[in-house]
């Protein structure tokens, strides 16, 4: 049975990773995505690591090719008039279009949202930016690593009496390409029952702030941001990463209640914890939270991480080791889900993949292809789609129209 | 699902069940809502637990006064239901009956106890999209493991990549708040709106089960590539392949973002630092260079910031268009200009807590805005219109379920 977005047609201006992320759930819902790029101007993931062997090369990138996963691509110098023209043509055969390029440049290369409605007047298109389409630093640059001390998420975070941290990823990118997704299939639902389509302006800035909502209450209601306290929890304790047996390794424990503390007690062996008056209650065991979460670490120090997680899980207590990359590809839990995808890819050969997090009963979902080569689909797109000849399309990559 | 003829908001019409006690189906069903979807909220008779987690105004817990729970469940209606009891599950039933879809995120032993399965809900309405965020989803060997927002960090390879770098004595460190639960949400969202879209032009209703240590690992920038593609290990915040991406303090105490992603942008910084010799040195020529000489190189970007007021610095670069961020504080961006013109943070005044600021629209729709409505409603404060208005129960029938404690 098709996907929910089988017959959908994306026109893809974007590039980085924040927009690329949004096209990348339309594809996985069954959209077909043209990717619209350029070796005049490669796209920034194509140029970042990693690379196998640590060889550069455009088309080989597992950065990209994690985040491009079953779209199309073609090259189409967009600064020329004629490959505007065809972009233009693009969209008009398509039901949305993404961008993501800096403030003005999509008006400037006469694609923004009055040309595109001209050619297809119930398009849906979206913009994603740093600062939105509109405000006094609209014009400003940003990308996602940026977004994460924009956004009042690196304030937030940090050990205790430590400076502000980062998150250890361009947060803001995938968290803003999530979100877009849902807003463009949103368009799409209300298109179908109006016939209008509409202009979504899409603020990465934004976006990132939606998911530290509550810490925006905590601020108005009190005048003053939580403070930095590491791992832990102002409800939880205890609540931590504690060092394992072995170098740089972790667990992270959390105990919701007193009968989960409880159980963590009788797990690692130490009953008197629980009689300690120390940590009778959530409120003793936050004022003795260093004392407590000693007595932990005495225990865990002295653990391999996994077994003791299977030793707490077994108790009924929330733990789990910080996974290193390796481990998340071979966790049991993954395998057992089906969540990788391994396509055969003409420049990487079969690697891992991340797939899909949404598992549907009815339409099952999954990666179509491979993330594209450049110009893999100019093909298909310039022959099949627009019903260009072979020498119309030879004549354009000898004015340089696609390149 | 009732067919109107011009709808103002995105998703009018459409009937959302929403069943949730971890903040992940509050999330995702706050998406909906903010579009224009009517979602029911189903809470225990006790209130959903986010009414006890605060942050509270002055620190005294009011169930009415949660911010967490005030910010998550704008524009919804509030029932209370005892799911868990026979007569709850057969009132849940009557709603999931005249929705178009239920969101929850009960693990999946506390669902099948609750009798909340794709089984009885199809039950009762066979085209219903039923969507479950869980942390490790239905099926797999750890199915049933317990977990909270720190150890989903763990699972999903996140808490790994973040902490310190360069400090082996420190732990890898949670990033702030439910990360794990908000990715579960607007991933809920997502992947039940695709589900309503595909229904809406002939497709089926199903079941969508959503892993949240999937929705983590889906979203690891290159760490997992780094092993695919190179069998290399990450290290905290250790996929910054090129430099400069780094944080320092300014001479006003405050933080600034020191970001240059393209080759061009580094050129322009040099010029901002006036050309300094030690950026013409050929351990800081191109920015894969610098990434690998940055220990040695970062002292001098330290001292060079260091001379600098937090927010000088980042115009004075973005005006040179070099993409240095502020290191904002929540004071900072409830103050901020450009968001204020936007018009991000919104009022919503609540009967209890009063008039508050909130964290705004994600996204601009130019024909049909994010809008709040209603504020978060109060504990029960919808019983007698969804009960009664909606599912035409009497009186004396709401009376009765009342009495026994499943309302």
């Known amino acids: 049975m098709a996907g929910p977005l089988d017959g959908i047609r994306v026109a893809d201006f974007t590039w980085v990773w924040a927009g690329p992320t949004n096209t990348m759930q ?36 597992g950065y990209f090719n994690q985040y491009n996963q079953g779209k199309r691509a073609i090259l189409l110098d967009l600064s020329k008039d004629e490959g505007a023209a065809i972009a233009r043509r693009i969209v008009e055969m398509s039901d949305v279009a993404v961008e993501n390029f800096a403030a003005g440049v999509i008006n400037r290369l006469g694609l923004g949202y009055e040309d595109l409605r001209k050619v297809n007047d119930d398009i849906i298109m979206m913009s994603m930016s740093g600062y939105g389409a509109t405000g006094p630093d609209k014009d400003f640059i940003s990308y996602g690593p940026a977004q994460v001390p924009m956004s009042g998420l690196s304030s937030l975070t940090g050990y205790k009496g430590w400076g502000p941290m980062h998150v250890g990823m361009s947060y803001g990118d995938p968290t803003a390409g999530l979100h877009a997704a849902f807003a463009v299939i949103a368009a799409l639902f209300y298109r179908d029952r109006t016939g209008k389509g509409q202009y979504i302006d899409m603020s990465q800035w934004e976006s990132s702030m939606a998911v530290i909502g509550e810490a925006f209450m905590h601020q108005v209601m009190n005048g003053a941001p939580p403070e930095r306290d590491g791992s832990h929890d102002p409800r939880m304790a205890p609540h931590n990463v504690y060092r394992c ?57 002295e653990q391999d991480p996994f077994d003791a997680m299977e030793k707490l899980q077994a108790a009924g ?35 891992r993949h991340a797939g899909i997090p949404w598992h549907l009963s009815e339409t099952p979902l999954s990666v179509k292809r491979a993330a594209p080569v450049m110009g893999q689909d100019n093909a298909y797109v310039f022959g099949e789609l627009l019903g260009m000849g072979s020498g119309e399309i030879a004549g354009l990559v000898e004015r340089e129209v696609i390149r | 699902m009732m067919r109107l003829v011009m ?47 605060g942050p509270f105004p002055g620190g005294e817990v009011h169930r009415e006064k949660s911010g967490t729970y005030l910010y998550l469940n704008t524009n919804k209606l509030g029932v209370t239901l005892d799911i868990a009891s026979e007569k709850g599950r057969d009132v849940l039933g009557k709603l999931a009956a005249k929705a178009d879809a239920l969101i929850h995120d009960y693990p999946p032993a506390e669902a099948e106890a609750a009798g909340l399965t794709y089984d009885a809900i199809r039950a009762a309405n066979p085209d219903i999209v039923m969507t479950s965020v869980t942390p490790f989803g239905q099926t797999g060997p750890q199915k049933d493991f317990k977990a909270n927002d720190l150890t989903m960090q763990g699972a999903g390879g996140w808490l790994w990549i973040n902490g310190q770098p360069g400090e082996p004595e420190m732990p890898p460190l949670k990033a702030f708040g439910r990360q794990p639960s908000y990715q579960g949400g607007v991933n809920g969202a997502l992947a039940t709106m695709g589900a309503l879209y595909g229904r809406s032009r002939g497709g089926p209703g199903q079941h969508i089960d959503i892993s949240i240590q999937e929705c983590i690992a889906a979203i690891l920038e ?28 300014c001479k006003d105490g405050a933080w600034v973002f020191v970001l240059c992603i393209e080759e061009h942008q580094w050129e322009r910084l040099v010029e901002l630092m006036e050309t300094p010799e030690w950026a013409t040195w050929e351990v800081a020529a191109d920015r894969f260079v610098r990434a690998s000489n940055w220990d040695a190189l970062r002292p001098f970007m330290e001292e060079w910031v260091s001379q600098w007021n937090a927010d000088d610095l980042y115009r004075a670069a973005q005006d040179k268009r070099i993409p240095f961020a502020p290191v904002s504080t929540l004071g900072n961006l409830l103050d901020s200009d450009h968001l204020k013109e936007r018009g991000f943070f919104v009022e919503v005044t609540h009967p209890e807590a009063g008039t508050l600021e909130h964290a705004g629209a994600p996204y601009t729709l130019s024909e049909t805005p994010w ?15 969804v009960f009664g208005g909606r599912l035409g129960l009497s009186g004396a029938e709401i009376e009765a379920l009342e009495a026994e404690g499943v309302v």
Request: negative net charge.
């Open chain 2, 222 to 249: 290159l760490t997992l590539p780094m092993w695919s593609y190179l069998k290399t290990p990450v290290v905290r915040w250790g996929q910054r392949p090129i430099h400069p991406i780094d944080m320092f303090q």
């Open chain 1, 26 to 61: 339309l594809a996985h819902m069954g959209a077909e995505v043209i990717r619209m790029e350029t070796s005049k101007r490669i796209c920034t993931l194509r140029m970042l690591p990693p690379w196998p062997e640590g060889k550069p090369d455009p088309n080989s990138s």
């Open chain 2, 7 to 53: 709808p103002d908001r995105a998703l009018e019409g459409l009937t959302i069940i929403e069943v949730g006690t971890r903040g992940a189906a509050s999330y995702g069903g706050k998406l909906l809502a903010d579009l224009g979807a009517d979602v029911i909220k189903v809470e225990p008779p006790t209130g959903d637990p986010d009414r006890a987690l």
């Open chain 1, 317 to 351: 207590v929330a733990a789990y080791p910080p996974l290193v990359n390796q481990e998340v590809m071979e966790s049991p839990q993954l395998a057992a889900r089906d969540f990788w995808v391994e396509h055969e890819h003409p420049q990487v050969g079969v690697r």
């Open chain 2, 371 to 385: 809008e709040i409505r209603s504020p978060a409603p109060t504990l029960g404060q919808h019983n007698a219109e």
């Open chain 1, 245 to 301: 047996a072995g170098e740089d390794r972790w667990i992270a424990i959390g105990c919701g209640s007193d009968e989960e503390f409880g159980a963590l007690c009788g797990a690692i062996g130490n009953a008197a914890l629980v009689d300690d008056a120390r940590f009778a209650t959530l409120a003793e065991r936050k004022a003795n939270e260093d004392a407590l979460d000693a007595a932990i670490e005495s225990w865990t120090s």
